[in-house]
């Protein structure tokens, strides 16, 4: 079997750097339509779609898949924070850009790329549930549970993963590899 790489060259401060394959565009339609579909079968009783709000930038490829995928209606909006500076945690989160739709009584669901430190996610169930919506749950893509201290764990994940820095399928590294299919992996300093 031929092991499938990535060597970063966009003129950034990772240049030269090898990724690994760690979930093939394959893998990753796969488990995004059996998400849509516990999703749909969770929802498809509700007097009112759900509205799902993407994370930005991070989180669009995936909402877009997983909107196609489903069977039932829903709403979006987008909403967009900021809590990375090149590839780590600024241990902080602020709001660049919030959603536009009126949640009061209605379903959430976040669609998030990747949940690590815990510390957005945290931010984002709090920011919603003071506009008191009927219900907030959380799908995520990626999940990297064994560092992550969350106050109520994700309803839906896609895959759980190490603790590795991640590329592709939305996740970029300064703003670059958004556009991959697959997602590729580094190893990272160990936090402290």
Avoid: W
Wanted: aromatic letters at 8%; zero cysteines; charged letters at 30%.
């Amino acid at each position: 079997m031929i092991k499938k790489t990535l060597t970063l060259d966009y003129g950034g401060s990772f240049d030269g750097q090898v990724l690994d394959l760690l979930i093939s565009e394959e893998e990753i339609q796969e488990r995004v339509k059996q998400i849509a579909r516990q999703i749909s079968k969770d929802y498809r009783d509700k007097e009112k779609p759900p509205i799902m709000i993407g994370v930005l930038n991070g989180s669009f490829y995936f909402m877009a898949d997983l909107l196609r995928a489903m069977t039932i209606e829903a709403e979006m909006d987008f909403i967009k924070i900021s809590s990375y500076q090149k590839a780590g945690s600024t241990g902080t989160v602020r709001l660049i850009k919030d959603i536009s739709a009126d949640i009061h009584n209605r379903d959430i669901i976040l669609v998030e790329d990747i949940i690590d430190t815990g510390l957005s996610i945290n931010y984002l169930r709090r920011h919603f549930e003071n506009s008191h919506p009927a219900s907030v749950r959380v799908v995520v893509l990626l999940y990297k549970k064994e560092i992550t201290d969350v106050d109520v764990e994700p309803e839906y994940v896609g895959f759980e993963i190490p603790d590795k820095f991640v590329v592709g399928y939305g996740l970029d590294i300064e703003q670059q590899y958004r556009r991959l299919r697959d997602i590729f992996a580094m190893d990272m300093p160990k936090r402290q």
